[in-house]
């Protein structure tokens, strides 16, 4: 569509970094019909203008970050670019109980979670995987894309389209984020080279790491053909210290009632002795974690293009981007309720609004009372794609383009070396301390004991693939307003799937493993004789030298009062000890509840007409999607069930089972753009949008965790998918105000409205299940098959509304200086007036730079308002509000060098998670980051 130049798409070409204050203002003040096309510019300056020339021409509402924003900003992915951008939301980590750290990871728009959020790289969707073994297989992660797997350097601008057109591809509720990289005929030199040299130091870790990225460009003569290739190697230390309190399966904890399964048959005591504890929720353990990583990210992107004619034009581009991310994660865990409480040992303690703040024990002789976890991991992740695009110019009214590519995505825990042991102490305590500070524990006179427990799932593969194949036209014609026809049709394959997942076990010296869950704390051995008794472990149990220790400021800024000196094994010598003694049989020890398939084809077609009038603009279009969906998962065979099991493990007998559904969306889409007056435009815009339930969710896994035995008669609990799930359709509003009052210079305000049918939430439903139990004393007899009921937290579809206002500015002091600055406000409840996974209620940024002819300057902080995470066990949690600052010096020595040092959190945040003001979850330190680079051009 034809589109007036306006003033700032002219000014595009006027700011040079390379000029004088002179020469800027004799090109600022030059005639109409200077040629002004045959100036190449960059800088900040400069990228501000394409910024804000491509956001003031645009018929929808879109905020633009160019390659040179990116370039002058500490951005080392792209989402760490994205946060400077209104109604954005950056997470530091998926949902899945990874926990925080100091890359940003997930993209949300508006106060949702960031899976109504649509990633798209070049106008298609990636395919790609997380690297924490509760993010492949939990639900909640899977429609967005971890942008740790995508580095700035790739991109020539990103595009946020805050609504929605009939020509764009589906499945953003929120909005789409599409990053655009660079196209070899759109270089100005026949050959270009680039290349960045760098290092980076972390704080927290004191590691100093390479860093190396490059990039050669050749287009002919002729401009009829050229080749681009990019490569980047990026590696990094991670160390992050934190106080968690955590349930006893390893999840950020739900705290639970005392009369609850949280305290066993000792509550009763307990109640009895202390009737005002009644009722009182109460921590379950606490920790002291120490995490390390080593992240590798390598990859590169290739393209061609291909210009035979002026007419026709071809690009083939391939992408690939692996993060190897080995982990490590130590965790010193005091049971804030100790498994054989009594009256007599509790000291004192403090209720405050109903929870069981602190609470101090003495034992008369020495008890286990918590648990020391060391657990390493082999990890990594993976996001590539191929694709080819395609233009023909037919004639001066119509022009065709077509898109065909494939994707691949890939999530992998190769394995997990674990050694749990029980700690034995003489008395223990807790002092919780709301969310400004950590809390405060200890264990007396502790010491190790049962170093032999071993858990945890090998080779958890996640596969993610996606195939696609549009067709698109645009027929000019001139039939009044109506300037253009926009069509076409769109087809698209995804499917998300794991391979068999092993979950270990003690390896047996006779016998074989007890067919029980993995989750059966209660326990001595795993393994049985023929007559159904306990058979003795591999032995013997030589456990390794524990030659490590946490470091000596650990914890530091956290607050006081955890232990902190604390030793573990090496990794290597852990990983050497579960190889000899676990059992990690793929037949025997397969653990099928965790396996699950997604595959999803959809059609689409869209017919848009564009419009134009005398200072107005925009489009009036219809989408229509069919959505075809098979979800499957393994079912356990229950005893008489005469149903043949296709897989037998020592959890038990399975058979697959699948799900299918269908369904058809009609989605209208309209915009108009005004220009009020020459400075200022006016925008509304009205769609209905698409996002299909997250892949995890849509399975019909189950993962249940039984209750301890025979004699427990509380209930169990766990966690399932729902097939019958729909997806999220939101019907949006969108104004918004913009004044452009100078070049690079900007105010505006806005208002947005959804409302989400079908939005997806968890709840509770009690059901009864089937569960292969033992008694606590269980003297030959066999595990028992009884039914008991259990917990089940499930996905279902409800109502939801979110609302707010957007507010921005930018502008430029003199010549060399700018300021910028926007807030968000987004209100998201459900139905029952619940808060939305993901929601951000305030949000703002203030940003400033100054640059000249060499040096550059740029200070940026964002601060985000508590965000809702998501529910444990039916328990709200949430990360407390936060800001990070950043900042960026660059020298320029000539046109071919210039260095710059970036620096990341630079006023060392810690994320603080909470359920309630007092009920603490988590307190995390991730410490500074600086990178040094060198870059070179010619």
């Known amino acids: 569509m034809k589109v007036k130049q306006t003033p700032i798409s002219q000014a595009v070409f006027?700011?040079?970094?390379g000029a004088s204050s002179a020469a800027m203002a004799q090109q600022q003040e030059a005639p109409a019909t200077q040629q002004l096309d045959m100036v190449t510019v960059t800088g900040i300056r400069a990228s501000q203008e394409k910024s804000l020339s491509v956001k003031r021409n645009a018929d929808t509402h879109i905020d633009v970050i160019s390659a040179e924003d990116i370039g002058k900003m500490p951005d080392k992915n792209v989402a760490d670019s994205l946060a400077r951008v209104p109604g954005v939301t950056i997470l530091n980590s998926p949902a899945g109980g990874s926990g925080g750290f100091d890359e940003r990871d997930r993209v949300g728009l508006r106060g949702t979670n960031p899976s109504l959020t649509q990633t798209l790289l070049d106008g298609h969707g990636i395919a790609n995987g997380d690297w924490f073994v509760l993010d492949q297989t939990g639900a909640g992660v899977g429609r967005s894309v971890s942008y740790s797997l995508l580095p700035s350097e790739l991109v020539s601008r990103v595009e946020v389209h805050k609504n929605s057109q009939a020509s764009l591809v589906e499945g953003g509720s929120a909005g789409s984020v599409n990053i655009i990289t660079r196209k070899p005929l759109d270089f100005a030199k026949a050959l270009t080279f680039e290349a960045g040299v760098g290092a980076v130091y972390a704080s927290l870790p004191g590691k100093t790491d390479p860093q190396f990225s490059a990039l050669v460009n050749f287009k002919n003569e002729d401009k009829t053909f050229g080749v681009l290739v990019q490569a980047f190697s990026e590696k990094r230390h991670l160390r992050r210290d934190g106080v968690e309190v955590i349930a006893q399966d390893g999840h950020i904890a739900t705290y639970e009632t005392l009369t609850g399964k949280g305290t066993g048959a000792n509550a009763a005591a307990l109640i009895a002795a202390h009737p005002d504890l009644e009722g009182v929720k109460a921590p379950n353990m606490l920790g002291s974690a120490y995490f390390t990583q080593e992240r590798e990210?390598?990859?590169?992107?290739?393209?061609?293009?291909?210009?035979?004619?002026?007419?026709?034009?071809?690009?083939?581009?391939?992408?690939?981007?692996?993060?190897?991310?080995?982990?490590?994660?130590?965790?010193?865990?005091?049971?804030?309720?100790?498994?054989?409480?009594?009256?007599?040992?509790?000291?004192?303690?403090?209720?405050?609004?109903?929870?069981?703040?602190?609470?101090?024990?003495?034992?008369?002789?020495?008890?286990?009372?918590?648990?020391?976890?060391?657990?390493?991991?082999?990890?990594?992740?993976?996001?590539?794609f191929l694709s080819l695009d395609g233009g023909w110019k037919v004639n001066d009214a119509l022009r065709l383009t077509a898109n065909v590519g494939s994707s691949t995505g890939k999530g992998k825990t190769g394995s997990q070396d674990v050694l749990e042991s029980h700690i034995t102490s003489s008395g223990s305590g807790f002092d919780l301390k709301g969310t400004g500070s950590a809390p405060a524990f200890s264990l007396t006179n502790n010491s190790y004991q049962n170093f032999d427990w071993i858990f945890g799932t090998q080779n958890v593969v996640v596969n993610d693939k996606e195939s696609w194949a549009q067709v698109d036209a645009e027929y000019t014609l001139d039939a009044g307003a109506l300037k253009s026809l926009q069509f076409g049709a769109r087809g698209a394959e995804h499917k998300r799937y794991t391979g068999p997942i092993i979950s270990q076990g003690p390896?047996?010296?006779?016998?074989?493993?007890?067919?029980?869950?993995?989750?059966?704390?209660?326990?001595?051995?795993?393994?049985?004789?023929?007559?159904?008794?306990?058979?003795?472990?591999?032995?013997?149990?030589?456990?390794?030298a524990f030659s490590g220790n946490y470091p000596g400021n650990f914890g530091s800024g956290l607050g006081s009062g955890f232990p902190t000196n604390i030793a573990y094994i090496p990794a290597d010598a852990l990983a050497a000890y579960n190889a000899k003694i676990t059992n990690r049989d793929p037949v025997t020890r397969r653990y099928p509840n965790l396996e699950y398939s997604v595959k999803e084809t959809t059609t689409a077609g869209y017919l848009q007409g564009n419009l134009e009038g005398e200072a107005w603009s925009g489009n009036i279009g219809l989408r229509l999607v069919r959505t075809k969906q098979d979800a499957g998962s393994m079912r356990p065979v229950l005893p008489g069930d005469s149903t043949k099991p296709t897989i037998s493990s020592a959890f038990g007998d399975y058979v697959g089972t699948t799900s299918s559904s269908s369904y058809t969306d009609v989605l209208p889409s309209a915009s108009i753009r005004l220009d009020v007056t020459k400075s200022i435009v006016a925008r509304l815009a009205v769609s209905r949008t698409l996002t299909r339930a997250d892949y995890t969710a849509l399975s019909g896994y189950l993962d249940k965790h039984d209750p301890k035995n025979l004699e427990d008669t509380g209930n169990g609990w766990g966690s399932s998918g729902n097939p019958d799930l729909a997806p999220i359709r939101s019907n949006n509003i969108d104004g918004n105000l913009?004044?452009?009052?100078?070049?690079?210079?900007?105010?505006?305000?806005?208002?947005?409205?959804?409302?989400?049918?079908?939005?997806?939430?968890?709840?509770?439903?009690?059901?009864?299940?089937?569960?292969?139990?033992?008694?606590?004393?269980?003297?030959?007899?066999k595990d028992q098959l009884v039914y008991r009921n259990?917990?089940?937290?499930?996905?279902?579809?409800?109502?939801?509304?979110v609302y707010g206002l957007e507010f921005a500015f930018e502008t430029p002091i003199a010549n060399n200086f700018g300021v910028s600055a926007n807030y968000t406000l987004a209100k998201g409840h459900d139905q029952d007036g619940h808060v939305l996974r993901g929601n951000v209620k305030n949000s703002f940024n203030l940003g400033g730079f100054f640059e000249?002819?060499?040096?550059?300057?740029?200070?940026?902080?964002?601060?985000?308002?508590?965000?809702?995470?998501?529910?444990?066990?039916?328990?709200?949690?949430?990360?407390?509000?936060?800001?990070?600052?950043?900042?960026?010096?660059?020298?320029?020595?000539?046109?071919?060098?210039?260095?710059?040092?970036?620096?990341?959190?630079?006023?060392?945040?810690?994320?603080?998670?909470?359920?309630?003001?007092?009920?603490?979850?988590?307190?995390?330190?991730?410490?500074?980051?600086?990178?040094?680079?060198?870059r070179i051009k010619y």
């Open 297 to 384: 990210r390598k990859g590169g992107l290739i393209r061609a293009e291909f210009k035979p004619t002026k007419d026709v034009d071809l690009t083939l581009t391939g992408f690939s981007s692996k993060m190897d991310a080995d982990n490590y994660n130590r965790n010193f865990l005091l049971s804030a309720i100790p498994a054989n409480l009594n009256a007599a040992t509790m000291t004192d303690y403090k209720v405050v609004n109903n929870t069981l703040v602190s609470a101090h024990y003495t034992f008369a002789t020495p008890t286990n009372n918590g648990y020391y976890d060391q657990i390493s991991r082999q990890a990594s992740a993976s996001a590539n």
């Open 790 to 801: 259990y917990d089940i937290y499930y996905p279902t579809n409800t109502q939801a509304s």
């Open 14 to 17: 006027i700011a040079l970094l």
């Open 738 to 781: 913009e004044w452009y009052f100078a070049p690079r210079a900007f105010v505006s305000a806005g208002a947005f409205y959804m409302g989400l049918d079908g939005y997806i939430k968890d709840k509770v439903r009690s059901t009864t299940l089937p569960a292969l139990l033992s008694s606590v004393n269980p003297t030959g007899l």
């Open 507 to 544: 390896g047996c010296a006779t016998g074989t493993p007890y067919r029980v869950g993995p989750w059966d704390w209660s326990k001595a051995s795993a393994c049985a004789d023929a007559s159904g008794a306990d058979a003795p472990q591999l032995s013997p149990y030589t456990v390794p």
């Open 852 to 934: 000249n002819d060499q040096f550059s300057a740029r200070v940026n902080y964002g601060y985000t308002d508590d965000i809702f995470v998501g529910q444990d066990r039916g328990t709200d949690y949430f990360q407390k509000g936060s800001g990070v600052l950043s900042a960026s010096l660059g020298y320029k020595l000539n046109e071919h060098f210039a260095v710059s040092l970036d620096a990341q959190n630079l006023n060392d945040p810690i994320l603080k998670y909470y359920a309630t003001a007092d009920q603490p979850r988590a307190f995390y330190k991730n410490g500074r980051q600086f990178y040094l680079t060198a």
